[in-house]
């Protein structure tokens, strides 16, 4: 590690070594386009293609917590070659992310908190995180278009670059529908709205029966009181997708760069979180909660919110 610290550290405007990885990624989702758009379909290729979609999708959350580079320009480049790959702009993460979601910690006035009566009520199971997704689109579009028409009052340049990525997100989605509609189905659109679902749908893993009831600063701080209002996940996940499944962690340090945070999980939060909610692996839990849970009801989850507090 010592030695690809040292080979990558003057990498010229990155502000973490580590974000050689998330350099990786964005190169490789539009070569695995390219490649397939000329040769064709290859199924191995295209799993993989649908996997860099997810961490398309971390490095938006992570570059909204933590800017990739030193340099103003070159993470406002970073920013427009997001809103392409991912396939929706990026400025969306800080009303919805950061403003709403990181605010409330999926508390009564998280827009997109799981256990509301409009989504179902406290679920966690297959339809509900197959769902998720649609029914947090539908709450904070609305909150988009609101904070939306306050920028473009109080700071219009801001307004301007924000509608901007969503000139570039249309544009490039009627380029390649164009050149070849059912190509670009294939390989551009599909893959992305894989990619959307899937980083709305982990809210609902890292939520779903969680205890979302609202903790003053002081319990936050000490480091004895409970926080249980996210799951964390181990496995392979982490290093895959930049430690992601490290929930607990991240919401208590938002701007602490992402390879800190199995760190600061073993370290500071790992004991103060339910055994419940302290999982070995993604891929288990969602074969064991989603699919074996639908015929045997020991291998679902207990919701940690009382039922007075659903709402």
Same mark, same amino acid.
């Given at each position: 590690?010592?030695?690809?610290? &040292?080979?990558?550290?003057?990498?010229?405007? +990155?502000?973490?070594?580590?974000?050689?990885?998330?350099?990786?990624?964005?190169?490789? +989702?539009?070569?695995?386009?390219?490649?397939?758009?000329?040769?064709?379909?290859?199924?191995?290729?295209?799993?993989?293609?649908?996997?860099?979609? +997810?961490?398309?999708?971390?490095?938006?959350?992570?570059?909204?917590?933590?800017?990739?580079?030193?340099?103003?320009?070159?993470?406002?480049?970073?920013?427009?070659?997001?809103?392409?790959?991912?396939? &929706?702009?990026? @400025?969306?993460?800080? $009303? =919805?992310?950061?403003?709403?979601?990181?605010?409330?910690? &999926?508390?009564?006035?998280?827009?997109? *908190?799981?256990?509301?009566?409009? @989504?179902?009520?406290?679920?966690?199971?297959?339809?509900?995180?197959?769902?998720?997704?649609?029914?947090?689109?539908?709450?904070?579009? $609305?909150?988009?278009?609101?904070?939306?028409?306050?920028?473009?009052?109080?700071?219009?340049?801001?307004?301007?670059?924000?509608?901007?990525?969503?000139?570039?997100?249309?544009?490039?989605?009627?380029?390649?529908?164009?050149?070849?509609? %059912?190509?670009?189905?294939? @390989?551009?659109?599909?893959?992305?709205?894989?990619?959307?679902?899937?980083?709305?749908?982990?809210?609902?893993?890292?939520?779903?029966?969680?205890?979302?009831?609202?903790?003053?600063?002081? %319990?936050?701080?000490? $480091?004895?009181?409970?926080?249980?209002?996210? *799951?964390?996940?181990?496995?392979?996940?982490?290093?895959?997708?930049?430690?992601?499944?490290?929930?607990?962690?991240?919401?208590?340090?938002?701007? =602490?760069?992402?390879?800190?945070?199995?760190?600061?999980? *073993?370290?500071?939060?790992?004991?103060?979180?339910?055994?419940?909610?302290?999982?070995?692996?993604?891929?288990?839990?969602?074969?064991?909660?989603?699919?074996?849970?639908?015929?045997? $009801?020991?291998?679902?989850?207990?919701?940690? +919110?009382?039922?007075?507090?659903?709402?």
């Amino acid at each position: 590690m010592g030695l690809m610290q &040292h080979a990558f550290a003057g990498l010229p405007g +990155l502000r973490h070594w580590r974000d050689v990885q998330s350099l990786a990624y964005l190169v490789a +989702l539009p070569l695995l386009v390219a490649w397939q758009w000329h040769n064709g379909f290859v199924w191995w290729l295209y799993a993989a293609l649908l996997f860099l979609t +997810l961490g398309i999708g971390v490095i938006h959350h992570n570059h909204t917590h933590l800017r990739m580079w030193r340099g103003r320009w070159v993470n406002r480049v970073t920013d427009y070659v997001l809103t392409v790959l991912q396939g &929706h702009p990026t @400025f969306v993460f800080w $009303p =919805a992310h950061v403003g709403n979601h990181h605010r409330f910690r &999926h508390g009564p006035q998280d827009l997109a *908190r799981t256990y509301q009566p409009a @989504f179902g009520g406290d679920t966690n199971n297959l339809w509900g995180y197959l769902v998720h997704p649609l029914q947090a689109a539908w709450v904070l579009y $609305p909150l988009f278009v609101r904070w939306l028409l306050r920028l473009r009052l109080s700071a219009p340049g801001a307004f301007r670059y924000c509608m901007g990525q969503y000139v570039l997100w249309v544009g490039s989605w009627a380029f390649f529908l164009v050149l070849d509609w %059912q190509k670009a189905l294939l @390989f551009v659109i599909v893959p992305q709205l894989h990619g959307l679902h899937w980083l709305l749908a982990t809210n609902y893993l890292q939520h779903a029966h969680a205890d979302g009831r609202p903790l003053s600063r002081a %319990q936050r701080q000490s $480091p004895h009181a409970a926080l249980n209002y996210a *799951r964390n996940f181990q496995g392979w996940v982490n290093p895959l997708l930049f430690n992601i499944g490290l929930h607990t962690a991240h919401h208590e340090h938002p701007q =602490a760069h992402w390879s800190d945070l199995q760190r600061l999980h *073993r370290e500071h939060y790992q004991h103060r979180v339910a055994p419940a909610l302290n999982e070995a692996g993604l891929l288990a839990y969602m074969g064991r909660v989603f699919v074996l849970g639908l015929v045997w $009801p020991k291998a679902r989850t207990q919701s940690l +919110l009382p039922p007075q507090d659903i709402c």
